[in-house]
């Protein structure tokens, strides 16, 4: 290693445990470092040329290295050589030739370069990882930044949107503005482009109430496998670091600005009205396995940070199929996850988090334990015990698949939701009973838990897998461009493209193709839970059969916001029908149906018929060839009071599904045909009714071929 001076002069004073990273206090820098098997540290200032001045750290309380620095002020560029052994068969993999990011560093300047020096082995060795590698690595090691935390927020809070009238909105911080026109070329794809007025503008009048941004984290975005491709890590799900926001995503050309930039766009939301969710990613790092990267918390302390296997410490358990999982067992690894959900929460104002790969965090020994240290000490924690917490419930290890296991407070991604609603409409055998439990929340995953509705995050798509436009043109994904031979992504897909493969000018098929988007989005939108929406369904965004994009940086992920009038149309659909819901309480329970008679009445607050107005009996709900089905949703019925004690009610709705390729005639059933219905949504229309057809009595109600058609009881 080659060091040169920035200054000799240097004071070290011995500084403090706390705050872990590095921490100006208006005089100097405050560095601390937790590394429990090391055996010295080296904190490395780097000038705006690259010179490198090595100072050592000898203060260590509680595994903590730490000093203080007179004079380092905002902007300083450093990392870390830590000493030890370098022992892989113990779990030791300690290197001093490789320049290590911060694990609390609160910013970082660029993207990691790949290249060999990165690795603590020497590649040419018979015996790989045993080896030591004694080239230096920090010619390819973005820098830390000290930076300066204060920032004028003006008042700005947590909105704190009830979770049962919250809409999120899934999407990429560079994918969903790189492309659109009505904002400056020079902040498209960037936390300032999120911020523009004129995208803001587009999610308030869709009626988003909250946007769920993929990884924002700085991430690892040219592993080797990729690099070598010339492909990029373009979904995020790589993280080197969990406290800095990705500065590729910044438009700002002074390191550090990337923190002010993305608090600006969190006030900018909020005054709209719109909460910030973070997908983050707790369950592993962009490291890898052993044969991974040394960049960050391998070099600091591989045996602590990581969890390795019990009887080969050599080697990483994976419970995430990314090559490493994080020891949640350490106490230390747990409170650097709690620091960094807490520092997002109080000081960059987000609302709440989606947790990556769940289940993994909850994996004490070989098992999901969802009483978890982890998930005891969130509930318990004052600051994150009251923002969104979402779950991806599954991981890829045995028994991971844990979709409404997770406890109170959370909320899951419900992959049988999904499943049920994309097997329903595609015309599979799938149950009316696991239909309708979908519909109505899925009380069978949350009920007895003592959670509400709102535990079920709703989903048709999402960034992993095919858009709406894909899931209705493709029934193969068509990955080629991954350059993997498309053997990646998933192959059992649950699309159907409605009778041609991909693009085609076939009249019929493109018809039904169009009814089919709002099927989805309709039976999303009224269902009970939360509802996602995928960035750019609403816009009939394609990814060409792509699905598997978490590599392309290109326009095959990026929103085109440029499309011809005839696509508008789904739009203005999609804003509709969000009103709709946003409108109508009896679509957003806080509680569950129950079916309780209403006094002098037969009918209850939910009910669900047959074609021929029969109610469905228990024998029925396990047919799995019946494609067609009505709900009764009683608007007089609703378990709940506003703000100010009042009952809520409603307005009442008949909501009538045919999975059907053709056209059934339902009956309107006996003590509602007393009434008279309207039309309101007629999916195989490309628009909300005006004036729609009135039905009462006898009158038969038809419903087009695989279509859904949604009844108001007129006043």
């Known amino acids: 290693m080659v060091s040169q001076p920035i200054n000799m002069h240097l004071e070290v004073w011995p500084g403090k445990v706390y705050p872990l990273g590095s921490y ?7 560095f601390a470092l937790f590394s429990e098997n090391a055996t010295a540290v080296e904190l490395c200032l780097f000038d705006k040329d690259g010179k490198e001045q090595q100072v050592s750290i000898t203060e260590v309380d509680n595994h903590v290295w730490h000093g203080y620095i007179p004079g380092i002020s905002p902007g300083q560029r450093y990392g870390y050589r830590v000493h030890g052994p370098y022992d892989p068969g113990a779990g030791h993999r300690f290197n001093p030739n490789k320049l290590l990011i911060d694990p609390y560093a609160k910013a970082i300047e660029g993207d990691v370069i790949n290249g060999p020096e990165l690795s603590g082995y020497n590649w040419e060795d018979p015996e790989e990882d045993l080896s030591f590698s004694e080239t230096d ?30 809409i999120i909105y899934e999407t990429h911080v560079k994918g969903f503005t790189k492309l659109q026109p009505n904002i400056p070329e020079e902040i498209r794809g960037t936390y300032s482009g999120l911020a523009h007025p004129a995208v803001i503008s587009h999610l308030q009048t869709l009626g988003i109430t909250a946007v769920e941004l993929m990884p924002v984290h700085h991430f690892l975005a040219y592993p080797g496998h990729l690099a070598d491709k010339e492909l990029k890590n373009y979904w995020g799900y790589d993280s080197i670091n969990f406290f800095a926001p990705y500065s590729g995503y910044s438009s700002a050309t002074v390191p550090g600005e990337q923190v002010q930039e993305f608090k600006e766009m969190v006030k900018a939301l909020h005054k709209a009205g719109i909460e910030v969710i973070l997908d983050v990613v707790y369950n592993h790092t962009g490291e890898g396995n052993h044969l991974g990267p040394t960049v960050s918390m391998r070099g600091v302390d591989n045996a602590c940070y990581y969890r390795l296997v019990d009887d080969n410490l050599r080697y990483n358990m994976d419970f995430t199929g990314c090559g490493n999982s994080l020891n949640v067992r350490h106490p230390q690894i747990l409170k650097l996850i709690m620091d960094s959900l807490r520092y997002w929460v109080l000081e960059m104002h987000v609302d709440g988090f989606r947790f990556d790969l769940a289940s993994a965090l ?27 917490l979402i779950a991806e419930p599954w991981d890829v290890g045995p028994g991971g698949y844990q979709v409404g296991n997770f406890p109170l407070l959370w909320s899951e991604w419900n992959g049988r939701y999904r499943d049920t ?16 439990y979908r519909f109505t929340g899925s009380s069978d995953l949350y009920e007895t838990t003592g959670r509400s509705p709102y535990a079920s995050i709703n989903f048709i798509t999402a960034h992993d897998g095919f858009p709406l436009y894909d899931l209705v043109s493709y029934n193969e994904k068509h990955n080629e461009a991954n350059e993997e031979n498309n053997c990646d992504g998933e192959s059992h897909n649950r699309s159907w493209n409605c009778g041609a493969e991909g693009d085609t000018d076939d009249p019929q098929v493109l018809a039904l193709r169009e009814r089919q988007k709002r099927n989805f989005l309709v039976t999303l939108m009224l269902s009970q839970g939360i509802p996602m929406l995928l960035a750019g369904d609403e816009m009939e965004r394609s990814q060409g059969g792509n699905n598997n994009a978490y590599c392309q940086d290109s326009e095959i992920s990026w929103l085109n916001w440029e499309f011809p009038e005839e696509k508008a149309q789904l739009l203005d659909f999609t804003r509709q029908l969000i009103y709709f819901r946003r409108k109508h309480p009896v679509f957003q329970r806080r509680k569950w149906f129950q079916g309780r008679p209403i006094y002098g009445k037969t009918v209850n607050d939910i009910a669900w018929f047959n074609p021929d107005g029969s109610e469905m009996e ?52 006996e003590g509602l045909n007393e009434q008279q219905w309207v039309a309101l949504i007629d999916t195989k229309e490309p628009s909300f009714l005006e004036d729609g057809p009135t039905y009462t009595g006898d009158k038969a109600v038809p419903v087009f071929g695989q279509s859904v058609l949604v009844l108001r009881r007129a006043e």
């Open 24 to 30: 100006w206090d208006g005089k100097g820098t405050n």
């Open 137 to 166: 690595s920090a010619h390819l090691i973005p820098k830390s930044i000290v930076i300066d935390e204060s920032f004028d927020w003006e008042g700005d809070q947590l909105l704190q949107t009830p979770f049962h009238e919250t």
């Open 362 to 388: 909850a994996r004490e020994l070989y098992d999901v334990n969802n009483l978890g240290s982890f998930f005891n000490i969130i509930h318990q924690d004052p600051v994150l015990s009251d923002v969104k």
């Open 421 to 436: 609603v994309r097997d329903f409409w595609r015309g599979e055998d799938r149950t009316l009973g696991e239909f309708a």
């Open 618 to 669: 228990d024998e029925e709900w396990g047919v799995g060839f019946a494609k067609a089905i009505a709900v009764f949703l009683n608007g007089q019925e609703i378990p709940r009071r506003n703000r100010y004690g009042q009952r809520v009610i409603d307005e009442s709705f008949i909501v009538f599904f045919n999975a059907h390729w053709e056209s059934i005639e339902f009956k309107l059933p």
